[in-house]
């Protein structure tokens, strides 16, 4: 500085002596040199003061501390004292802004500690801080204690009235974090993950139309958010809007996480619509993916299943069947279909018998009719059906010792077949003036109406009996003289 002052002086001595001489140009560029000189010099100074670069790329500036300086000042200091407010707090900030959740747990968990001996400590930031970090972490009593007791210091901070409601959430206490995420929802109106969970707690206390507006507001700003877009669909299935949820998880079946629960729906809504080969093909979709839960898998298999056997196809059904078994022996009714489609399977006409449409089942019954008595001239006079429950066929019947009209009942329930029935049809051959009855079912028949039809010309044919007549009847049929078969 001495020697740009001395500049100066000289150079107002030349400016003196030479003004009058034609020097003035020189004497500005001079000057000019002079200044830079000095404005150079300065900044300098003050880089060499300020010390160093900062944390942007090596430019000048003020200096920032980086992070192994931050935690080897702090351990520097926390070893001369263990409670040292200002090491503690610098090390938490930098732990807490790393998300380095634990040791931000532990760093701000002292803090906490310290809190009523210690003024100095932010008492607010260390009880958020610690009680996100436990959060983070899954500690839910060490969280709810921070966070509640951040809360009683400020009422007004969003991060503490969102996660102190997110925790109530996750506690299953809806109601308080509808509470708590409305309050977020005043310092922060757009926040996505308020009106997400916001949203999330209204379904979960089934006000669906609640949950419905805030998830659709949540999906218009994230609309990446594939789980909100799931449980809107949930919604729009559980207030019977089934339209607009079926959209929702037929988009949703490709996903690699969520694809199996939205087929699963997707197929439900679709069979319970009798939209069979669409429902397949939710199923199908369904179990393509990888790493599904075990209940869905499970579920998958079974109602893929149960459209096969709505379709007749009973060998695929029972594929899916034995899968299901194989993982759980015990599921629902899975060992009972089993069961009973593995006979069907090898019967074909006893799976006409009992699904096919009326049509086929009418005229299986009426080829069991016209085989039943052999060496006979069997004529069939009149078939009505009820209700697709069972078919009435009446037929004259001669042989070479007795003829008479024979009214025959088919009963198609794989149940048990009890008196009132059996009262039904005595009434019914005693109208049509018939010798005999023969009453037929893949079920079984109860002890009353055994006893009822004991007196009685009529004979009951059960399930054991009707498998082998079934197992024989189309070799008889085809063996049974044309003129035996008279219709009228």
Not at 42 to 49: Q, V
Not at 172 to 190: C, F, H, S, V
Not at 332 to 344: A, H, S, W
Request: aromatic share 8%; net charge positive; glycine share 6%.
């Amino acid at each position: 500085m001495l020697y740009i002052e001395g500049l100066l002086e000289k150079c107002a001595v030349f400016t003196d002596n030479h003004v009058m001489g034609g020097f003035l140009p020189i004497l500005g560029v001079v000057v000019l040199l002079i200044l830079g000189v000095f404005v150079a010099i300065t900044i300098m100074t003050r880089t060499k003061e300020i010390g160093g670069v900062d944390d942007s790329g090596g430019k000048p500036g003020k200096r920032t501390k980086g992070r192994e300086s931050i935690l080897k000042d702090a351990n520097k200091r926390l070893a001369q004292n263990p409670q040292d407010v200002q090491a503690l707090s610098a090390m938490g900030d930098l732990y807490y802004r790393e998300e380095a959740w634990d040791n931000a747990f532990k760093t701000y968990q002292a803090l906490v500690e310290m809190v009523g001996a210690k003024p100095d400590i932010n008492e607010f930031e260390a009880n958020l801080r610690y009680g996100v970090s436990a959060l983070k972490l899954g500690m839910i009593d060490e969280a709810y204690k921070g966070l509640t007791t951040a809360r009683n210091l400020n009422q007004g901070n969003f991060e503490v009235n969102f996660n102190l409601g997110y925790l109530e959430f996750q506690k299953k206490n809806y109601e308080k974090a509808i509470q708590l995420l409305q309050q977020a929802r005043t310092q922060d109106p757009e926040n996505p993950a308020t009106l997400r969970y916001i949203g999330h707690s209204f379904f979960k206390l089934k006000k669906y139309k609640e949950a419905m507006n805030f998830i659709r507001k949540a999906i218009e700003i994230a609309p990446d958010d594939k789980d909100s877009l799931y449980t809107l669909a949930e919604c729009y299935y559980d207030a019977n809007q089934v339209d607009q949820a079926l959209k929702i998880f037929s988009h949703l079946r490709p996903d690699p996480v969520l694809g199996p629960s939205a087929s699963l729906f997707a197929g439900t809504i679709n069979m319970n619509q009798h939209q069979e080969e669409k429902a397949i093909q939710d199923f199908e979709i369904g179990l393509k993916h990888e790493n599904i839960k075990p209940d869905i898998l499970l579920e998958l298999k079974y109602r893929l299943a149960t459209v096969y056997l709505k379709k007749q196809e009973i060998g695929k059904a029972l594929g899916h069947l034995k899968a299901i078994q194989n993982q759980n022996a015990s599921y629902k009714d899975v060992p009972l279909l089993i069961g009973k489609y593995q006979e069907l399977n090898a019967n074909r006409n006893l799976q006409i018998f009992l699904m096919a449409p009326s049509a086929d089942f009418v005229a299986l019954c009426r080829k069991i009719v016209m085989t039943f008595y052999q060496k006979a001239k069997t004529k069939i006079t009149n078939i009505s059906v009820n209700k697709n429950e069972w078919a009435d066929i009446q037929a004259e019947v001669d042989t070479p010792k007795w003829s008479d009209i024979v009214m025959f009942r088919f009963i198609r329930s794989p149940g048990s077949v009890g008196e009132l029935i059996m009262r039904d049809f005595h009434s019914h051959l005693k109208e049509v003036k018939a010798g005999k009855g023969i009453c037929v079912t893949v079920g079984n028949f109860t002890e009353e109406a055994k006893r009822f039809t004991e007196a009685r010309l009529i004979d009951l044919i059960e399930k054991d009996r009707l498998s082998a007549i079934l197992n024989n009847v189309d070799l008889k049929a085809a063996a049974t003289p044309a003129g035996a078969q008279k219709k009228k």
